[in-house]
C-alpha cells in the first residue's frame, strides 16, 4: 500500500472491509506513530468512519463532511502524490490519468482508498496494483471496454461493485466479462442513453445469465434493482 504501512492492520482491514473496528485500530496505529503526517491520516480515517454511521440527515453529517473536505484540501494533494509515486515504483509510471490512464483516479471511503476508476485492461494486467491501493471495494470501469476472455484477477472478489458503461448491443459482446465477475454482489450500469424496454431486457438478461445477486441499474428518468 502507498502510504505507512502495517500489513497485519491492512490485511485485517481487507478481510473485512465493512467492519468499522479495523479501520479504527488502524487509525490508533497512525496516531501513534507520532509525526504530523501518520496524525492527520489517523484523524482522517476517524472522521470518514464517523460520516459512514451517521444518517445524511443528521446535521452533523455535514459537519463531518466539511472536515474531510479541510482535511483533502489540507493533505489530499500529498497523499495522492504517494499513490502516484507509489504506482510508479511499480511500473505503471505515466500510467496514471484522469481522462485516458489506464488509471484514472481513486476516492477514499473509511480513510482508505475504497474506489478506484480503471480500463479494464489495467485491471487484467495490473490487478495486484489496482488492488493494491487499499481495501478496494468499488470498481468504476471506464474506457474501452473490448474484453476477449482473458483472466480475470480472483481479487474481484473483494468488491462489492463493479460499475460499466451500459450501451445499446453490449450484452453479448460482454458475456463473457460478465460470467468473469459474477461473484461480486452488485452491477452498477451507467446508461442514459437507454430506453426503459432496453432496462428491462437488461435485467431479464442479467437474471437469466445468473449474473450477480443484486444489478442496480441507473438512466436519466428510471432507476431498478
Known sequence: MPFPTNPALEAAVIADAENDLPRLVYAD???ERGDAVSAARGEFVRLQVWRASTP??????????????????????????????WLHHHGLRE??????????????????????AAELSAVIEHPDWVFGLGPVRRLRVCGAMSYAGEPITPLVGRLLVVELPATVGMLRRWEALFRAI??????????????????TQ????????????VVLYRSAGATSD
Open 95 to 116: 500510467k496514471v490519468d484522469a481522462r485516458r490512464g489506464p488509471i484514472r483516479g481513486w476516492k477514499y471511503t473509511g480513510g482508505m482508498v475504497g474506489t478506484v
Open 182 to 199: 459474477a461473484l461480486v454482489p452488485i452491477l452498477h450500469f451507467r446508461g442514459e442513453q437507454l430506453r426503459p424496454l432496453q432496462i
Open 29 to 31: 496505529w497512525l496516531e
Open 202 to 213: 437488461l435485467r431479464e438478461w442479467i437474471t437469466t445469465k445468473r449474473c450477480s445477486r
Open 56 to 85: 445524511t440527515s443528521d446535521p452533523l453529517w455535514q459537519t463531518i463532511l466539511d472536515e474531510e473536505r479541510v482535511f483533502l484540501a489540507k493533505h489530499g494533494r500529498k497523499w495522492n502524490g504517494g499513490i502516484h509515486r
